[in-house]
Each structure stands twice: as C-alpha cells, then as structure tokens.
C-alpha cells in the first residue's frame, strides 16, 4: 500500500488530471450505458469529439499517445467504484484518443462458449487492436465497427 501510495503522490500535475478525466469519463459512460432514455448510437454522438478532424493518417508518435492514454484509462478503471467493463473503457479510450485527433475504430465480437454467448469490445487503429491479441478476431467474430464521429 505503501508504494501505491509513493507513486500516486509522484504523479505530475498533467498526469493526475488524465487520470481524474479518465474515472470521470469512466463513471459517466457506465451511467449513460446504463441508462433506459439513452441509446448506444446517442452515447457515441454525445462522446463524439466535436473541436477536432481526426486524422486518417497514421502520425509518428500515434502508437506512443494510444499505449499512454489506453495505460491511464486501465489504472482509472482499476480503481473504480466497481468493475468497468471493456465496452466502457473502449469508450472511453475512444474518446481520449479523438480528443487528440486519432480515430480508432470499436469492434464488438462475440463468441459461443457452450451454453454462453460471450462479448467483448475492443478499439483498432488502422486494423491494429489496441491492447490486444492481433488474433482477437480469431476468439471473437465482430458484430459491428464504427467511427466516433460518423455518427
């Protein structure tokens, strides 16, 4: 505990601020998720960065902001109130990430266990998962793509 303790307390300004946008987005997407008078297509519009284009190239140091934001967004939903979900935290990240002018794309698959049907939500940029498996289709079959802001 100690060292957690160390290391939060070593956080610069900018990052405590990342962290502390990233629990809120967290929080808000469950309870817009969650909630009965919001579809998921009127999340994503709301969620949609609305001051920048995003860019279709792939700039330089893009992989270094996704792997940044995406770690900042683990820790966030790691020490929430309750679990958060990989749809919440794709959402999120989503909205980070256009937020800095990168469009990544959410994926949500399926697969059949037995008796269960299992999903999973996950990002790509440029047909690259963020944070995991390059075989993620492999496991699980896409239902769905979209673009934040083409909605």
């Keep these: 505990m100690k060292h957690k303790l160390v290391k939060?307390?070593?956080?610069?300004?900018?990052?405590?601020?990342?962290l502390t946008r990233a629990w809120v987005l967290l929080l808000l997407v469950d309870v817009g998720l969650r909630s009965r008078m919001m579809s998921f297509r009127r999340l994503q519009k709301i969620l949609a960065p609305k001051s920048r284009t995003l860019d279709k190239s792939q700039p330089e140091d893009a992989w270094g902001t996704i792997r940044r934001l995406k770690r900042w967004v683990d820790i966030a939903a790691r020490y929430h109130l309750y679990p958060m979900t990989c749809l919440r935290r794709s959402l999120?990240?989503?909205?980070?990430?256009?937020?800095?002018g990168i469009a990544?794309?959410?994926?949500?698959?399926v697969r059949k266990e037995e008796e269960n049907l299992?999903?999973?939500?996950?990002?790509?940029y440029h047909g690259l998962p963020i944070g995991e498996s390059e075989y993620i289709t492999e496991y699980f079959a896409p239902l769905a793509t979209t673009l934040e802001t083409k909605q």
């Design 104 to 109: 990544a794309y959410l994926q949500i698959g």
């Design 92 to 100: 999120v990240l989503q909205r980070l990430l256009g937020q800095q």
């Design 118 to 124: 299992d999903a999973h939500a996950w990002l790509e």
């Design 8 to 18: 939060a307390l070593s956080l610069s300004l900018g990052e405590w601020w990342l």
